[in-house]
């Protein structure tokens, strides 16, 4: 089984804080994704990747950078935390790019921005 | 940037009743996936659909893509307990177009 893999399930960061999001996979997959989900606004892609050390904005990007240096990590980073960042954050990984492979999602983080 | 709407956003029903979730597109669609996010859970891949008016069904899951290829339904039949949950059409524009997500229909079953 395909496995998506999360630092945290729940964080609680202060306004201006850095704040790192790990996600690892572990199927050898070529894409990496990050979403942020909000109630009533489905999933919003904010960035993926489809290679090492290469990535592409999604509809969000502002506030947020994003690092994979290994194939199997995908790491979302909040230069300076903001409350609108309170969020549900999402990792997927899957097979091929685009819309035609299913993707395999983590557990999760829900950050909290006081 | 591009939106598809799915509707409705909730549907109570009672427990045996059936469920059905729309996604429409005013754009043709490459192909068009389903997920499913039980309470509390990540989205979990149902189905992939991908040639005009295809039908493709699961047990008391039928899932069927519009001739046109712009619109997409869900239908659950005589749902029970284990299908609470949010689901969420995904569509894609084209094979190299990244998936473009449904706001999701929570489907709640009447106490």
């Known amino acids: 089984d395909v496995k998506v893999t999360q630092s945290s399930r729940y964080l609680v960061k202060r306004t201006g804080e850095k704040v790192f999001l790990e996600c690892v996979q572990d199927?050898?997959?070529?894409?990496m994704f990050w979403y942020r989900q909000d109630p009533g606004l489905g999933l919003r892609l904010i960035y993926f990747?489809?290679?090492?050390?290469?990535?592409e904005k999604g509809d969000i990007p502002e506030g947020y950078s994003v690092s994979r240096e290994k194939k199997e990590r995908f790491s979302l980073i909040l230069e300076s935390a903001s409350t609108n960042q309170t969020s549900m954050y999402l990792c997927a990984s899957s097979f091929g790019g685009g819309g035609s492979y299913e993707q395999y999602f983590g557990p999760g983080t829900r950050l909290t921005v006081t | 940037g591009q939106q598809v709407m799915q509707i409705p956003q909730y549907q109570h029903v009672q427990e045996g009743e059936d469920f059905t979730t729309y996604c429409n597109s005013s754009t043709t669609l490459s192909n068009i996936q389903w997920y499913k996010q039980r309470p509390g859970g990540h989205p979990v891949f149902l189905i992939q659909l991908v040639k005009s008016g295809e039908v493709k069904k699961q047990k008391r899951l039928t899932f069927q893509f519009g001739e046109a290829k712009k619109n997409s339904s869900l239908h659950i039949t005589a749902t029970q307990t284990t299908d609470v949950g949010t689901y969420f059409c995904?569509?894609?524009?084209?094979?190299?177009?990244?998936?473009?997500w449904g706001a999701g229909t929570k489907l709640i079953i009447k106490p």
């Open positions: 199927m050898d997959h070529e894409n």
């Open positions: 995904a569509p894609s524009l084209d094979s190299n177009y990244q998936l473009i």
């Open positions: 990747s489809y290679d090492v050390k290469m990535k």
